[in-house]
């Protein structure tokens, strides 16, 4: 039984969701101890002041890799694959230097607007080699004291068609690698690559986080042949895509046929509004469609879903600070959330996403690590619609940021 005594550090008055009065929060050796109302206890306090706790946004996709380009390109992209080849053009030259120090600038921002946890996609191709990996896995090392960051290697140009990149892939799977992705719509046999991904994503036993669907044609797309080789090689629950903007296009009844077909396949979906916003419907001349898929609807059909930030400051979405709270009430702007969504939006940052990327540690909950940032906010129904700031975060029971509360300087 944990004694006043033995707490490190105790969090006062903390907000819980769900909890209707505030708690504190009692820490041992970086992990949660107790959770109880009134802690007894002799050791260093914070007091949150009633503010909501959260256990930090998670964040599923972004490119740290190919942030921050504005000002090296033009960037009257109006298509993916006009900034597919503006990027491509631009990363021969990218160092490990380069990458290093622009991811830095993204993750710093993400860090103080709250994220915890952190998948980035990195591409791998031999334009590239291994150079943004080698910068990300530094990354990953020297900001491990603030937030929790996964590396999910893929081909971005394709991978049947691109002589050399199935060998860079393999390498960075054996030196660090964590989950694998993939891209059919650039290759010219789409099959075939998703077939040797999830080959790959088995024989190195990793989770499998694919681009997919991304336009607004639902006459043909991938996720059929997704969805089969999930369930014909029993990966439901470890396979995610991004974008799949195509599901935005569906009428109702192919729109249910394919909710059903992903909670039957355990195959998560990540939305992205700020690029799929930017770079769907460019075409139209008038009432221009949103290309933006229902996260919140999905969810509450039993589809595992996330929204996410993809690229900050690029051609593929030339705006951005990483923060997924922003992302989050841009979601829920234009996706047309009621206000009997809006949990449902914050559950889009955190406890979704966590599951999407299998985060068995993630949450306040006692045994696990004591990560978590403080809103300013003392009621989590408002934090989606007032965008609160984030005052402090804390991981392992460290400190690793605080913002002070602006003042007002009244006549």
Partial sequence: ???????????????????????????????????????????????????????????????????????????????????????????????????????????????????????????IDPRIGLRGFEAVKALKRDYAWAIGLELCVFPQEGLTN??????LLIQALRDGGEVIGGCPYMDADPNAHLARIFDLAQEFDVDVDLHLDFDLDPSWWHLDEVCRQTEQRNYGGRVAIGHATKLSALPPDRMKAATAQLARSGVAVTVLPATDLYLMGREATHNAPRGLTLAHKLAGDGVVCSVATNNVLNPFTPFGD??????????????????????????????????????????????????????????????IAEL????????????????????LFKR
Avoid: W
């Avoid at 599951?355 to 978590?372: C, E, F, H, Q, T």
């Avoid at 984030?390 to 602006?406: E, H, I, N, S, Y």
């Fill in 322 to 383: 990483a923060s997924l709270l922003r992302m989050a009430n841009f979601y829920a702007n234009v996706a047309h959330a009621s206000v009997s969504d809006f949990d449902t939006c914050l559950d889009l940052v955190t406890e979704l996403p966590a599951r999407l990327m299998n985060l068995p540690d993630y949450g306040i909950k006692v045994g696990n690590p004591a990560d978590l940032i403080v809103l300013d906010t003392k009621d989590s129904r408002f934090a």
């Fill in 162 to 167: 691109d002589p050399g990149a199935e060998e």
């Fill in 1 to 123: 039984m944990t004694t006043p005594s033995s707490f490190d550090l105790i969090f006062r008055n903390a907000l819980l969701r769900g909890v209707g009065s505030t708690v504190d929060i009692g820490v041992i050796n970086s992990r949660i101890a107790a959770i109880a109302p009134q802690l007894a206890c002799e050791a260093a306090e914070i007091d949150f002041g009633g503010h909501l706790a959260l256990p930090g946004f998670v964040d599923t996709h972004i490119h740290l890799d190919k942030a921050c380009l504005l000002g090296r390109c033009g960037h009257d992209h109006g298509s993916v694959s006009q900034a597919i080849r503006a990027v491509a053009a631009m990363k021969k030259d990218f160092t490990i230097e380069d990458v290093y120090a622009r991811g830095a600038r993204v993750l710093e921002r993400a860090i103080v607007n709250g994220t915890t946890r952190m998948r980035t996609h990195v591409e």
């Fill in 388 to 407: 609160p700031d984030v005052l402090m975060g804390f991981k392992g029971g460290r400190q690793t940021f605080a913002r002070a509360r602006p003042t």
